[in-house]
């Protein structure tokens, strides 16, 4: 940010699920990315250029009334122990604090919504402005605030609001997006990023294989589904990074498929995407598992397609391999395969694309997408790698954009014989990947993934009792 900068960071604001119910709470990704606090109307305001107030946290005063209805509120020492600020005011004084600002006027509040403050005491003189100030006068100072989107964006709501009051009245403050800045420092993992999102792996490779030993006594999806709900619950992760995906059949090849509603038959795949969310880091995972068991010649087929296309893409990643080449290694294997299969017939062309219709690799952190903008890989990123095939059961019903009619025609009866062969079955196969020093580690390297490690794992589960 520099010396003529200040961050203003708001709190995520309650959602409302219905009248006066209100979704759970979970703070706003950066907010807890630096202070580690999930309370409501805590802000944070940072100024990099004042030696003596370089960060103050503005926290709600405690209210014994609203805490019968609400439970615990922060104390102070609890604010400080989580978040490392040592200047803690009451909440009350973010507004004229602002004010103060917005006119180039040193501020500090009264001792008694001073909560905690550094050995100056709450006494001290507001002092250390004067490089902001400078800035100002030249109408170089910059307020940084967290935006994405534009104006329709879903997020930042606040601070949208908060900067079209702000730019109602002229200052010598530049507005500027703070995301990018948290895009960069949130694509390396520290240390302690790198456990906590471990431990969502952890629990999520737990959920998956407790639901595969179940599958062959299930009749419907959310049976199967219940048994990640009630693992992510019982090692106490803070919820699932996004909604469960258990397709059965057919279901497996709809990409973003959240009912959990179908039948769950022998014969069938079924197709399991879920990730546990643990203190605001989130995994992502995905097996593919036969329901009775074993997989048919068909489904082992296609499986072992994907799997080869997984693993072609992790072989590239190392420091100084590129973002992109990993989806371009594994395209390579899924277009060699269907050419195989006859479900393409050229693959030099977009052919695959009916089949494979996503990306192979995702940032992955405090968002199941995480942020991150980066084309070359270093130590600390942390990214999926996750691709699939999909043999839809109306894909040949509608053509695709990229096949004139007549070719389309010519390529539908051409590939007929092996639709008929493969159609219905969904295959992705999803590992969370680490760049190291020297390469990569698979960070879900503890949840069967080879075709016959998931049989022997199903076999076992069934025969104990």
């Known amino acids: 940010m520099g010396p003529n900068g200040v961050l203003i960071l708001f709190s995520t604001e309650p959602r409302v699920y219905t009248n006066d119910v209100d979704y759970e709470y979970r703070q706003e990704n950066n907010l807890y ?77 009264k001792p008694e919504n001073i909560f905690m403050t550094g050995e100056a005491g709450p006494t001290a003189a507001a002092t250390g402005f004067a490089n ?19 104006p329709n964006s879903r997020e930042y709501r606040n601070e949208q609001r908060f900067a079209a009051e702000w730019e109602k009245t002229a200052s010598g403050f530049v507005i500027k997006n703070a995301a990018p800045i948290f895009a960069n420092l949130r694509l390396r993992k520290s240390e302690l990023e790198l456990r906590l999102l471990q431990h969502a792996i952890d629990i999520t490779t737990e959920a998956q294989e407790r639901a595969w030993s179940v599958a062959g006594r299930a009749k419907w999806e959310y049976e199967v589904d219940a048994q990640v709900v009630y693992t992510f619950k019982l090692r106490n992760a803070d919820h699932w990074g996004y909604p469960s995906i258990v397709g059965c059949g057919p279901n497996a090849t709809t990409l973003h498929y959240i009912e959990s509603q179908g039948a769950v038959s022998p014969g069938q795949l079924i197709l399991m995407d879920v990730g546990a969310e643990y203190e605001h880091y989130t995994a992502d995972v ?116 990229n096949f004139k ?61």
């Not at 400078?134 to 100072?141: G, I, N, R, T």
């Not at 990306?359 to 968002?367: C, K, P, R």
């Not at 070719?407 to 190291?436: C, H, N, S």
């Open 286 to 401: 995905t097996r593919t598992f036969p329901v009775s068991g074993k997989f048919t010649t068909a489904q082992a087929e296609i499986y072992q397609i994907v799997f080869d296309a997984q693993d072609a893409g992790a072989k590239v990643i190392r420091p100084g391999a590129f973002y992109s080449d990993v989806h371009r290694a594994a395209t390579e294997v899924i277009k060699t395969g269907l050419l195989k299969l006859g479900l393409i017939t050229d693959r030099n062309s977009e052919q695959y694309r009916l089949w494979f219709m996503h990306g192979t690799t995702h940032w992955l952190g405090m968002n199941v997408h995480d942020v991150g903008n980066a084309a070359k890989l270093e130590p600390g990123m942390v990214f999926t790698n996750e691709p699939g095939i999909y043999v839809r059961l109306d894909a040949l019903d509608n053509r695709p954009f």
């Open 33 to 109: 990315y630096l202070t580690m606090l999930k309370q409501n109307r805590a802000t944070l305001v940072l100024l990099p250029g004042n030696a003596q107030l370089p960060e103050i946290l503005f926290l709600p005063r405690r209210q014994p009334l609203f805490e019968v209805w609400s439970g615990h509120m922060y104390t102070v020492e609890e604010a400080h122990a989580a978040s490392g600020v040592n200047e803690i005011w009451d909440a009350r004084e973010f507004e004229p604090f602002i004010q103060a600002l917005r006119q180039g006027q040193a501020y500090r509040p």
């Open 132 to 150: 902001l100030f400078a800035a100002l006068e030249k109408k170089q100072a910059e307020l940084y605030l967290l935006s994405s989107g534009g």
């Open 405 to 465: 009619p007549e070719e389309w025609e010519k390529f539908k009866q051409e590939i007929r014989p092996a639709y008929e062969k493969y159609k219905g079955i969904g295959v992705r196969i999803e590992d969370d990947m680490l760049v190291t020093e020297t390469g990569t580690r698979w960070m879900t390297a503890a949840l069967p993934r080879k075709l016959k490690e998931i049989e022997a794992f199903m076999a076992r589960t069934r025969r104990e009792p």
